[in-house]
């Protein structure tokens, strides 16, 4: 039994391991390049971990991780909402993730975070900034945009 749970956190571990290595090596990071700076804003209960910021094709894409700020218990979902602002701070793009239901975090115990990710068409000049916020609330404009 005793070894069945460390078996988990061996495979949590390896699973957090090989996803953030994965990432790193064989993509370019703006953020690491200078070229974009990304700024996070946590929530009451959440905050990001880290981001990152990388070309994918004719894509840019924005991830990161969530975790929760604590050791709360219950579930709670909630979004991240990634901006992209030009080199004049004028708004280049705008996007969220679809809702997120980040772990309870219990100590010894797997993983407890939960990566998100945000895609925009195109790419971004160099000297632009990121704003990524964990927003629990809605948007009335859910469907318009
Ligand atoms: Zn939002």
Redesign the pocket.
Known sequence: MKQKVLGLVGIGLGVLLVTISGCAANRVSLADEGIVSVETVPGKKVKILWTDVYEDDNDVVVYGVLRRIGYSSGSFSI?V?VTVFSPDEEVLYEN?TSVIGVPRRVVGKGVDWKRFEVRFPGQIPEGSSIRA?C?A???NDEKSS
Do not use: E, I, T
């Open positions: 979004h909402d969220r916020v927003h609330g809605r948007h």
